[in-house]
């Protein structure tokens, strides 16, 4: 048994200038169990952030933090500082409704509605009531398939099921979906490990496009993926907040001994 | 800890496989254990074609027993007479006054009739059993008749009566005629008569409309089902429009929001309780609170489906809290991804995926409280009732209390009416455990 080690400070650059997201000191328990512990992190604007680190190391976690869908988990209990821009998410003025309208989440698994591709992507826009009429709707859909890519394969079956796709567009339609309420972070938990590697490339593309007009925030077990889309990278352990670095400095000269550890394969 | 000798033994020789099992040995070996395998899974296979069939073949039995018994009660035998509508007798002060003539003596002018028919048969007692040939519902028939025609009155019509039970019991070979007559319900000059009348075509079958168009009778032949149907309707009626809105709030409730705690708990094993409890109880309950507290009345089907919907709610209650539990929850965390409150994620997406199983446990619920006659004898929807109940306050019976109050009564003729209301509450049930089936299929998502 490895009793108590001492993870120390963050190493790497935590703070960015003028950052979308800030995390103060955030602490996360299951019940009596910590899973993150003493985090500070900034999530700067027009950015994709790598999360990585072995599994069960509090990713996840963190990471539904952000839009605060730990709320629906019974056990869960959050506490320290989250702002977006300005606003303290975790403060009593804030509603977790419109919330979720600025930070988007994108899950492991697609998760369609069974309902058509059109009333999906519709969905978000239409319970936030950002359409006034269908026309401005219509423009809302097609510009949000198309800004995740799928517009050409589905324009002609828009209203077939969307649980009828492959598994690629169907995670590219769930980020349509997400897109659909203009949000500014979108946060995606392992977005691509349930896919095949042609359909992981187009995501990835896709990542890479989406960052002009929104913050990512990308948890991934894959370092190749992290490599390739990410320009910072965080490497969680144990829950702890390891290190922080610009991606290629986190992949090539690592600070932390854990991180470069992890990067080399000697444990995952 | 890694064992840190691990992988040091490689030095030291094993034996191959072959050696320890020479590959004959291993292929004979191998083909003894698939033959056993075989084996066991073609006496797994037949048992399971075994008891197929036997629930088949007591499902024949069953329906072949009902059917072969009942369906002689879809048809009804009627005798033809020529019929005087004699006015002294119809209308004597000749004022064609409806509520008077309703009160005229009809059955006079059946006597006559029959009189005519078989001028030889002289003795009392002989006449008085020629006229019970005619079903004493009969009269009814000649008064409407008469009141909504008056012209009618002064000249003879040939007219379709209905016969009497044993008469129609006759005619369906349900009497023996070969047993002597002393064991038997219609005597000889009874079939005579009959045998003369069927000679001359003045005896026919046809569809049986009183069986399905009237209530409850004394006299067989005019006893229906009707009563019994309508009293089922409001009963049901009354049931689904308060266990199905109250059972589905209680599910998403105690599934969606209700926190876990004691309570809860304590709820939970209730319900699961609650639906063990023997019907009977809900009907002792219902009497006790319904009748005697609240002061509804005896009898009515309002009751009855206040207390069935006791008896379904928690049906209702498990069978929906399974279909919303079995919504994957990706569904939930993608409405609520999105920015769908709990409540919208729940009418949304978590309800319309449900539907299929909770319209199900729904439809079964209401088999159920169809098929349900024990507490409704409690309360009283057991009285022997003749009028058709009009609204949910009338006093009503229900259609498997009905089958139990004709299985009980004496006339032989009731026979076939159980089984046909049997018939006709098998039809009911299947009818909506198809429409369970229907809507599941429909309904059916796949993720
Ligand atoms: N819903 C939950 N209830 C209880 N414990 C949880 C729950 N979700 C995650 N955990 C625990 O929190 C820790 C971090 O989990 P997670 O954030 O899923 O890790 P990761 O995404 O990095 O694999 C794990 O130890 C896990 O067991
Ligand atoms: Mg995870």
Not at chain 1, 193 to 220: Q, Y
Not at chain 2, 239 to 257: N, Q, R
């Amino acid at each position: 048994m490895q009793d108590k080690i001492e993870y120390g400070k963050t190493v790497g650059d935590v703070f960015v200038e003028n950052p979308r997201m800030s995390v103060r000191g955030a602490n996360v328990y299951y019940a009596d169990k910590q899973a993150i512990h003493d985090v500070d992190l900034d999530i700067a604007k027009n950015q994709v952030i790598a999360m990585i680190g072995p599994s069960g190391c509090g990713k996840s976690t963190f990471l539904r933090c952000l839009n605060r869908m730990n709320d629906t988990i019974d056990i869960c209990r959050v506490s320290g500082e989250f702002k977006l821009d300005q606003d303290n998410i975790y403060s009593k003025e804030i509603d977790v409704v419109p919330l979720r309208a600025r930070v988007g989440i994108v899950f492991q698994k697609p998760n369609p509605f069974p309902k058509s591709i059109y009333d999906n992507v519709a969905y978000g826009p239409r319970i936030h009531g950002l359409a006034k009429n269908k026309v401005e709707l219509d423009e809302i859909v097609e510009n949000s398939l198309q800004k995740a890519g799928l517009f050409d394969e589905v324009k002609d079956r828009l209203h077939e099921s969307g649980t009828g796709l492959s598994g690629g567009q169907q995670q590219r339609l769930c980020i349509a979906r997400t897109i659909a309420v203009g949000p500014e972070v979108i946060l995606m938990d392992e977005p691509c490990s349930a896919l095949d590697p042609i359909a992981t490339a187009k995501i990835e593309n896709l990542i890479d496009e989406l960052r002009e007009n929104f913050t990512i925030v990308i948890v991934t077990h894959s370092m190749q993926q992290a490599a390739r889309v990410s320009q910072r990278t965080a490497y969680f352990h144990m829950g702890h907040l390891i290190e922080v670095n610009d991606t290629e400095k986190v992949f090539t000269n690592p600070e932390h001994k854990l991180t470069e550890d992890y990067i080399t394969g000697r444990f995952g | 800890m890694i064992d840190s000798t691990a992988g040091k033994n490689t030095n030291k020789t094993l034996k191959s496989f072959n050696d320890i099992l020479p590959v004959e040995e291993k292929t004979r070996r191998l083909n003894a254990q698939l033959k056993k395998r075989h084996r066991k899974e073609m006496r797994f296979q037949m048992y399971g074609v075994i008891s197929l069939l036997l629930g088949f073949l007591f499902l024949v039995v069953f329906f072949n027993s009902i059917i072969s018994k009942g369906y002689t009660a879809f048809q009804q035998t009627f005798i033809s007479l020529d019929i005087e509508f004699v006015e002294d007798i119809v209308d004597p002060k000749g004022n064609r006054d409806a509520k008077e003539m309703l009160r005229s003596d009809y059955s006079k002018l059946i006597k006559d009739a029959l009189k005519k028919e078989f001028p030889s048969v002289k003795k009392r007692k002989d006449r008085k059993a020629l006229n019970k040939l005619i079903s004493s519902g009969a009269v009814y028939k000649l008064a409407d008749l008469v009141i909504e025609s008056p012209e009618l009155i002064g000249t003879t019509q040939t007219l379709w009566l209905a016969s009497d039970d044993e008469i129609d019991l006759l005619m369906k070979g349900h009497i023996d005629r070969n047993l002597p007559e002393s064991e038997r319900r219609v005597k000889d000059n009874s079939i005579t008569w009959v045998d003369e009348l069927v000679a001359q075509d003045r005896v026919v079958k046809r569809f049986n409309h009183t069986f399905f168009n009237s209530g409850d009778s004394r006299e067989p032949e005019q006893a229906g089902i009707m009563g019994a149907i309508k009293g089922s309707f409001y009963v049901l009626l009354v049931t689904i429009l308060l266990s199905f809105p109250i059972g589905l709030a209680a599910a998403v409730y105690l599934e969606e929001f209700a926190p876990k705690n004691r309570i809860t708990d304590v709820i939970e094993v209730n319900i699961n309780n609650l639906a063990a409890v023997p019907s009977i109880v809900y009907g002792l309950l219902g009497l006790a609170v319904f009748i005697n507290f609240f002061g509804l009345p005896r009898s009515a089907a309002v009751v009855g489906g206040l207390v069935l919907s006791l008896r379904t709610l928690p049906t209702i209650i498990i069978a929906s809290r399974a279909a919303i539990k079995a919504v994957p929850p990706s569904i939930r965390s993608a409405a609520l991804g999105v920015g769908a409150s709990e409540m919208q994620t729940v009418y949304h997406h978590v309800l319309p995926a449900a539907l299929p199983g909770i319209l199900t446990g729904t439809i079964i619920g209401m088999a159920q409280a169809l098929g349900e006659t024990a507490p409704l004898l409690m309360i009283g929807m057991v009285a022997f009732i003749v009028d058709i109940p009009q609204s949910a306050m009338d006093p009503a019976t229900a259609l498997p209390v009905q089958i139990y109050l004709w299985a009980d009564s004496p006339e032989r003729a009731f026979v076939e009416k159980t089984s046909a209301a049997i018939m006709v509450l098998l039809a009911f049930l299947t009818v909506m455990n198809l429409f369970a089936v229907y809507l599941r299929k429909r309904y059916e998502r796949r993720w």
